[in-house]
T-cell receptor, first 108, second 112 residues
Framework: QKEVEQNSGPLSVPEGAIASLNCTYS??????FFWYRQYSGKSPELIMS????GDKEDGRFTAQLNKASQYVSLLIRDSQPSDSATYLC????????FGKGNQVVVIP | DTEVTQTPKHLVMGMTNKKSLKCEQH?????MYWYKQKAKKPPELMFV???????INESVPSRFSPECPNSSLLNLHLHALQPEDSALYLC???????????FGPGTRLLVL
């Protein structure tokens, strides 16, 4: 049973601050890791993918992967109200296992 | 272009109706997926098609019947659904050899 855990939310952050989201996974054989953003009533949108240990930056988003500790994180710098959404962590090893999601609320 | 399209956007059906959901992608992806998502829950995998063949059925009730007529098109046929089947139905596709999945906008289904 592949499990992906995301710490409970929601996470409230002031506009301009850094939002930090964490995700742990149980399957050591997992090879690919993703963060999806989902606005209320919409479908998940891929925002980051990461495959090797370390950091990967894309604009205001940074994904961090530590396979030894089996965690992946997402940092959102300079948070904007438009970042208010649910963020889903997904871990792949032949199929994607999703975490329950973290709701982020950016307060203007 | 990473676009997956789904029709219809919304669907209301009675428990005795038969309807179909349609998903299309023109990115040359060879894997396509159906997910069901209830409010405030993550997507739940229903079916996976790989190279137009059903490769995974997550023990989905037979009232849901998938079909992959060609490499660009995926259908989900619905029959005799229950009110608890009301949900957002998501289609996704992924490039060959990759696990990255791109989701369509979904069909919001209400079963009365």
């Amino acid at each position: 049973q592949k499990e992906v855990e995301q710490n409970s939310g929601p996470l409230s952050v002031p506009e301009g601050a850094i939002a930090s989201l964490n995700c742990t996974y149980s399957d050591r054989g997992s090879q690919s890791f993703f963060w999806y953003r989902q606005y209320s009533g919409k479908s998940p949108e891929l925002i980051m993918s990461i495959y090797s240990n370390g950091d990967k930056e894309d604009g205001r988003f940074t994904a961090q992967l530590n396979k030894a500790s089996q965690y992946v994180s997402l940092l959102i710098r300079d948070s904007q109200p438009s970042d208010s959404a649910t963020y889903l962590c997904a871990v792949g090893n032949n199929r994607l296992a999703f975490g329950k999601g973290n709701q982020v609320v950016v307060i203007p | 272009d990473t676009e997956v399209t789904q029709t219809p956007k919304h669907l209301v059906m009675g428990m005795t109706n038969k309807k179909s959901l349609k998903c299309e992608q023109h990115m040359g992806h060879r894997a396509m997926y159906w997910y069901k998502q209830k409010a405030k829950k993550p997507p739940e995998l229903m079916f996976v098609y790989s190279y137009e063949k059903l490769s995974i059925n997550e023990s989905v009730p037979s009232r849901f019947s998938p079909e992959c007529p060609n490499s660009s098109l995926l259908n989900l046929h619905l029959h005799a659904l229950q009110p608890e089947d009301s949900a957002l139905y998501l289609c996704a596709s992924s490039p060959e050899g990759q696990e990255t999945q791109y989701f369509g906008p979904g069909t919001r289904l209400l079963v009365l």
